[in-house]
């Protein structure tokens, strides 16, 4: 069973950092795209960032472009985004999303499996 | 970046009534390249349509997805009471990766 474990989220002052994590299980990790995807309170949801299997090639929203890095440790099966310089509107749920595929690159291929999100609030 | 935009904002029906959810693109996409979510309050999003047409694993058939170019289409044949949600079309095949605005299926 495929299963995917966000954490890492919490309160934090506009200009600070987070590094959000998200735990993969019941897949073979390395060789599946990974993404975030965000949803503002009241809002709907927001692409974030991809990452491909191999960790090769990365994309961005032009809203986090600079202030957010994705990667991944497929020696630990884990996914992870780094977000700095945090904004009030980054406030929102972060979802962690499986692709369908995705080796090489992750463009092109939905997100067949989600994790139940955690929260970022950006507030002083 | 491709805008989708879905209509109607929201759709207030009747379990048992038959459902028509529509997703325009701002510029012609391949079909291989449009998905379809259902989004509970409190819970992950879940797969419903990918490649325009293809229900994903598990899905019922009730759900199907139809369209191509610029308009998309996710029909629920009957509403049945765990249908009640937002339903969100997504085009992956061009970054930035994005999402129409939800269409909301409410009781009536």
């Known amino acids: 069973e495929v299963q995917l474990l966000e954490s890492g989220g919490g309160l934090v002052q506009p200009g600070g950092s987070l590094r959000l994590s998200c735990a993969a299980s019941?897949?073979?990790?390395?060789?599946?795209?990974m993404s975030w995807v965000r949803q503002a309170p009241g809002k709907g949801l927001e692409w974030v960032s991809s990452?491909?299997?191999?960790?090769?090639?990365?994309y961005y929203a032009d809203s986090v472009k600079g202030r957010f890095t994705i990667s991944r440790d497929n020696s630990k099966n884990t996914l992870y985004l780094q977000m700095n310089s945090l904004r009030a509107e980054d406030t929102a749920i972060y979802y962690c999303a499986k692709k369908v595929a995705g080796y090489y690159d992750s463009s092109g291929y939905p997100n067949d499996y989600w994790g139940q999100g955690t929260l970022v609030t950006v507030s002083s | 970046e491709i805008v989708l935009t879905q209509s109607p904002g929201t759709l207030s029906l009747s379990p048992g009534e038959r459902a028509t959810l529509s997703c325009r693109a701002s510029?012609?996409?391949?079909?291989?390249?449009l998905a379809w979510y259902q989004h509970k309050p409190g819970q992950a999003p879940r797969l419903l349509i990918y490649?325009?047409?293809s229900r994903a694993t598990g899905i019922p058939d009730r759900f199907s997805g139809s369209g191509s170019g610029t308009d998309f289409t996710l029909t629920i044949g009957r509403l049945e009471p765990e249908d009640f949600a937002v339903y969100y079309c997504?085009?992956?095949?061009?970054?930035?990766?994005?999402f129409g605005q939800g269409t909301k299926v409410e009781i009536k």
């Open positions: 019941g897949f073979t990790f390395s060789s599946y795209a």
């Open positions: 510029q012609s996409l391949s079909s291989s390249y």
């Open positions: 490649g325009a047409s």
């Open positions: 990452i491909s299997g191999n960790g090769g090639g990365t």
């Open positions: 997504q085009q992956c095949g061009s970054s930035p990766e994005t």
